[in-house]
């Protein structure tokens, strides 16, 4: 018997402080498991399956992933009620935006995409703990100024074979930064926020394994004093044979947007 199937791009945002990132593995509880589950449960009997725009990892959020659902012979009717029953059932700390019906030829993996990432922090002093599943405090005194001029040199087409987490000569590592910036925070605010935050902005169609923590990390060495700009260039060059030995805590790394072009 012929199968028809029907496909689905949905939007959902989640805080990712208790989860062990988006893929599946066993015996903890990552984001696709939970949605998938729910789905599970409100499908009920019908075949389903789903796939992600990209990975996050622990502790990391999103105010904006995608996923495709892949529907099997029973189409969703109603989109508003789907959603409202999706959200009725998901965790509190995940919740599907949007739903739309997209064609065979669209495919979340390889399609052109440019994701958003923000990485907020402060510096210098110690935060209000409910501060901690969106925003790394550093302790010591940042220079600020300095990083917003190390950040910019991360954008354009470059070697990031240093910013890879356990790279190999196998791989490609020559990619494009849109954008690279370091802005005062005025997107994530809370009464509990300190007086002063910052975000670093980066956009870009695909990011190697924990490289936005790796260039971070390179950046707060930066604000210490622990590096230069020079450095960072040098990193950046195609005999660069440089490893990045810091990676920024996870936690305040958000996926803030994903656009389909």
């Keep these: 018997m012929f199968d028809k199937r029907y496909y689905y791009l949905i939007k959902i945002q989640y805080l990712g402080y208790r989860f062990h990132g988006w893929q599946k593995q066993p015996d903890v509880k990552t984001?696709?498991?939970?949605?998938?589950?729910?789905?599970?449960?409100?499908?009920?009997d019908v075949r389903f399956k789903t796939l992600g725009a990209g990975r996050t990892d622990a502790m990391v959020s999103a105010n904006e992933a995608a996923l495709e659902l892949f529907i099997y012979n029973e189409p969703i009717k109603e989109f508003d009620e789907f959603l409202a029953?999706?959200?009725?059932?998901?965790?509190?700390?995940?919740?599907?935006?949007?739903?739309?019906?997209?064609?065979?030829?669209?495919?979340?993996?390889?399609?052109?995409?440019?994701?958003?990432?923000?990485?907020?922090?402060?510096?210098?002093?110690?935060?209000h703990p409910f501060c901690a599943p969106i925003l790394t405090t550093?302790?010591?005194?940042?220079?600020?100024?300095?990083m917003k001029q190390g950040a910019k040199l991360f954008e354009g087409t470059h070697n990031f074979k240093t910013y890879c987490y356990r790279a190999t000569d196998k791989g490609e590592y020559v990619r494009?930064?849109?954008?690279?910036?370091?802005?005062?925070?005025?997107?994530?605010?809370a009464n509990f926020f300190p007086k002063e935050s910052y975000v670093f902005k980066v956009v870009g169609k695909g990011f190697m394994r924990n490289q936005i923590r790796l260039m971070f990390g390179c950046l707060i060495k930066l604000g210490r004093g622990e590096v230069s700009l020079d450095y960072i260039e040098s990193t950046l060059q195609l005999d660069s044979k440089e490893v990045m030995d810091y990676i920024a805590p996870a936690s305040g790394l958000i996926l803030h947007s994903v656009n389909f072009q």
């Design 176 to 189: 494009h930064i849109e954008r690279s910036e370091i802005v005062n925070n005025t997107i994530y605010t």
């Design 138 to 146: 550093i302790l010591e005194p940042l220079d600020v100024a300095l």
């Design 85 to 127: 029953l999706f959200n009725h059932n998901l965790p509190q700390d995940i919740r599907a935006l949007s739903i739309k019906e997209v064609d065979n030829k669209f495919n979340i993996i390889k399609d052109s995409k440019l994701k958003e990432y923000h990485y907020v922090f402060s510096e210098g002093q110690k935060n």
């Design 31 to 44: 984001i696709h498991l939970m949605i998938d589950r729910t789905l599970k449960y409100i499908l009920k």
